[in-house]
């Protein structure tokens, strides 16, 4: 693993997690290979981006008009933004990137490095 099936499809980081690291299973493990029943997962984002091969909603061609995403990010809330700020960040800087800038989060989202450094 490259470490992306800690990023969530929605944005939502969980590898620095503490109940992720002790009981959650997270947005991905165990269906990317069988272990959990995606068509149990209540999420539709995950299901539906999971289903297409996807990382994240973030990399998948119908981000910007897709209802199922844009619903979810646009719902009032701090963390909503952040998960939006996330996908935006994979989207222009690529998933190492994201996972090196969330390496010491201590939740599912947290701060970028400056824009002018890479
Ligand atoms: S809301 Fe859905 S896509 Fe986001 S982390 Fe949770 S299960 Fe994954
Ligand atoms: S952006 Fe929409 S269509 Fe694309 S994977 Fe996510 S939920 Fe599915």
């Known amino acids: 693993m ?3 099936e800690e990023i969530g499809c929605c944005g939502a980081y969980c590898g ?4 992720y690291q002790k009981t959650c299973k997270g947005c991905k493990p165990g ?3 069988g272990s959990r029943d995606l ?3 209540k999420c539709r984002m995950k299901k539906c981006c999971l289903t297409r091969g996807r990382v994240t909603c ?7 008009s ?3 995403i844009q619903s979810f990010l646009n719902h009032p809330g ?3 933004g952040k ?4 996908l935006e960040y994979i989207r222009t800087h690529g998933h190492a990137a994201f996972l090196k800038a969330a390496e010491h989060w201590t939740s599912a989202y947290g701060k970028y490095p400056e824009q002018n450094s890479k």
């Open 31 to 33: 269906y990317l290979d």
């Open 83 to 86: 998960y939006k700020q996330a």
């Open 39 to 41: 068509c149990r997962a």
């Open 2 to 4: 490259n470490g992306t």
């Open 16 to 19: 620095t997690c503490r109940e």
């Open 58 to 64: 973030g990399d998948c061609v119908e981000y910007e």
């Open 78 to 80: 701090y963390k909503y």
């Open 66 to 68: 897709c209802e199922i």
